[in-house]
């Protein structure tokens, strides 16, 4: 089974691949605060899930961080009133992994990517701030997806 483009395996029942996706987001956040070799542990004991799962999601986490730079550029030029450091953490920490999602893991598609954003903001954050997100993603979508 292919645990990095899937799901991981959780009491016997597979984990869905939001479930997957909100771990990697909580690493990447986590990460942002308090780089740590302990983050895996902490994880698993937080949000009781199988070492698995989170060794899926670490992986994940660290093909986001991988490509960074490259991330907060797209964001940056995308959301045109706010600079990347005054978007809060929570939202810019969605936004990398969407957008790494968009444009470069090609196994997920656009709108999911999207929506999966917004689901994410909505629940880690605001209404408000799910509809900037869901800006940003619309604005990456159609200005530079579509115009490759």
């Known amino acids: 089974m292919n645990?990095?483009?899937?799901?991981?395996?959780?009491?016997?029942?597979?984990?869905?691949?939001?479930?997957?996706?909100e771990l990697v987001f909580l690493i990447i956040y986590g990460e942002a605060f308090n780089p740590s070799e302990d983050n895996l542990a902490?994880?698993?004991?937080?949000?009781?899930?199988?070492?698995?799962?989170?060794?899926?999601?670490?992986?994940?986490?660290?093909?986001?961080?991988?490509?960074?730079?490259?991330?907060?550029?797209?964001?940056?030029?995308?959301a045109k009133e706010y600079a990347l450091d005054r978007i809060p953490a929570v939202e810019r920490n969605i936004l990398r992994l969407a957008v790494?999602?968009?444009?470069?893991?090609?196994?997920?598609?656009?709108?999911?990517?999207?929506?999966?954003?917004?689901?994410l903001t909505r629940k880690f954050c605001t209404a408000e701030a799910a509809n900037f997100v869901n800006g940003v993603l619309d604005h990456i979508y159609k200005e530079v997806l579509l115009c490759v």
Do not use: N, W
């Open 3 to 21: 645990e990095v483009g899937g799901c991981a395996r959780l009491f016997g029942m597979k984990l869905p691949p939001a479930k997957i996706r």
């Open 42 to 78: 902490l994880i698993k004991q937080q949000v009781k899930v199988s070492r698995l799962a989170c060794e899926t999601a670490f992986t994940r986490a660290r093909q986001v961080q991988g490509h960074m730079a490259q991330l907060d550029e797209l964001i940056d030029k995308s």
């Open 100 to 119: 790494y999602e968009l444009c470069i893991d090609k196994e997920i598609p656009e709108k999911v990517a999207i929506s999966e954003a917004v689901r």
